[in-house]
C-alpha cells in the first residue's frame, strides 16, 4: 500500500537551491506483512502520552481510524507522566505507547524536569507493563540547538530512551506550521520581526501525526528517523509569507545576527537529513486552509 502523505514530488517542491538533492522516489509503502493494522495485521493497543495535544489528537484519530485500540493519555483523562498518576492502569496490555507530550513551561529548570521525570516514568512503567515499542517525537536539529534549555532537554529525553534498553523509535519533525506565528511572536522588536536568514523545511502537523502513526505501528527501528515538509525556505521569507497572508502589519527583518528562540542557528540546523520522509502538504495550501477556517 503507498501511503499518500509522502510522495517523491516532494523534491520538485523544493524552492531553495541546495536542497536539491533530498532523495526522490519517497514514496512509503508499508513493510511486507503489515496490514491498516499493523504489526502482522493485529489490533494493536497504542497508548498516546499528550493524547490531548496538537499532535496528540490528530495521532489519536489516525490510530483509531486504522483499526487499533487507542488511549490517549493527559492530565485530563486522568494519566499524569510528571507524577506516575494513572500510567500503570493506562500502559496494561499495551503493545506500543506513544509520547507526543510537551511541557507546560519552557523555563530552564522546568523543562528539563518535564522531559526527564515523565521520561523516566515512561520508561519504567512502560518496562514494567512488558511495552514492546517506544516511540517518541522530537525535533530536527535538537542536537545542533543545545545552546537553548528547551533543546537541551529534548536531548535529554532522547538520550534517556536510547539508552533504556526498551525497544524505540524517535521521530524528528521539523517545525510545524502551526509554529510559524510563535517564531514571529518571540522575535518580535517593536513593529518589526528579527530574523536569520536560515534554511528551513517545516511541515503541517497532519503530516507530523500520520508520520508518527506510521512508526508507531511499524518494528522498532532503535534509531532516529526524521521527517519533514515538501518545501524549503528562507525563514525570514516563511514568517514574511505568513504575515502577509494572515493580515499582521509586521515587518520582518533578515538579519544574519539575529537568534532563533533565542539562541544562534546555524544554515542548515533546522533541516533534516537527505533521508527524511517528506510530508505532501504545501505552505501556501495550508495558508489557504486557515483562511478558510478563519472566514467560517
Ligand atoms: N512545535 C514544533 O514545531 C515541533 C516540531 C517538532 C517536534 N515537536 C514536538 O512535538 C511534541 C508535541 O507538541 P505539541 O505542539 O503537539 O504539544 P501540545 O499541543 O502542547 O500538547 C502537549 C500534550 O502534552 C500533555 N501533557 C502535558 N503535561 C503532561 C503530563 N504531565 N503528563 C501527560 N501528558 C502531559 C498535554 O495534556 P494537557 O492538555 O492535559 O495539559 C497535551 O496533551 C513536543 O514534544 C515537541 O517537542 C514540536
Redesign the pocket.
Known amino acids: 500500500m503507498k501511503l499518500e502523505s509522502y510522495d517523491s514530488r516532494a523534491e520538485a517542491l523544493l524552492r531553495v537551491e541546495g536542497i536539491a538533492s533530498l532523495p526522490g522516489g519517497i514514496t512509503c509503502s508499508q513493510p511486507k506483512g503489515f496490514s491498516r493494522t499493523g504489526q502482522r495485521g493485529k489490533t494493536l493497543k497504542i497508548v498516546v502520552?499528550?493524547?490531548?495535544?496538537?499532535?496528540?489528537s490528530k495521532l489519536v484519530s489516525y490510530l483509531t481510524e486504522q483499526g487499533h485500540d487507542v488511549i490517549p493519555?493527559?492530565?485530563?483523562t486522568g494519566?499524569?507522566?510528571?507524577t506516575g498518576e494513572g500510567l500503570a492502569e493506562a500502559l496494561q496490555g499495551a503493545q506500543v505507547v506513544v509520547d507526543?507530550?510537551?511541557a507546560?513551561s519552557w523555563a530552564e529548570k522546568a523543562v528539563m524536569d518535564f522531559f526527564t521525570t515523565?521520561t523516566g516514568n515512561l520508561l519504567n512503567y512502560g518496562a514494567a507493563a512488558g511495552v514492546g515499542h517506544l516511540v517518541a517525537?522530537?525535533?530536527v536539529g535538537t542536537d545542533r540547538l543545545a545552546e537553548s534549555p528547551y533543546f537541551r532537554a529534548?536531548g535529554a529525553q532522547e538520550k534517556l530512551i536510547e539508552e533504556s534498553g526498551l525497544p524505540y523509535s524517535i521521530v524528528h519533525?521539523?517545525?510545524?506550521f502551526e509554529?510559524v506565528q510563535g517564531i514571529a511572536d518571540f522575535s518580535t522588536q517593536g513593529n518589526e520581526v528579527h530574523l536569520p536568514p536560515v534554511l528551513i523545511q517545516p511541515m503541517a502537523a497532519g503530516d507530523v501525526a500520520k508520520a508518527v502513526g506510521r512508526v508507531a505501528v511499524g518494528k522498532p527501528v532503535n534509531r532516529v528517523v526524521e521527517v519533514a515538509g515538501p518545501e524549503a525556505f528562507r525563514l525570514d521569507d516563511l514568517v514574511r509569507r505568513y504575515l502577509q497572508a494572515t493580515g499582521d502589519p509586521r515587518k520582518v527583518v533578515a538579519n544574519p545576527a539575529a537568534l532563533y528562540y533565542g539562541v544562534p542557528v546555524s544554515e542548515r540546523a533546522l533541516v533534516p537529513r537527505d533521508d527524511a520522509k517528506l510530508g505532501t502538504v504545501r505552505f501556501d495550501d495550508w495558508l489557504a486552509q486557515e483562511k478558510l477556517k478563519r472566514a467560517a
Open positions: 502520552i499528550g493524547g490531548t495535544g496538537r499532535i496528540g493519555a493527559a492530565p485530563n494519566v499524569n507522566t510528571l507526543v507530550s510537551n507546560p515523565s517525537l522530537s525535533v529534548k519533525a521539523t517545525q510545524f509554529f
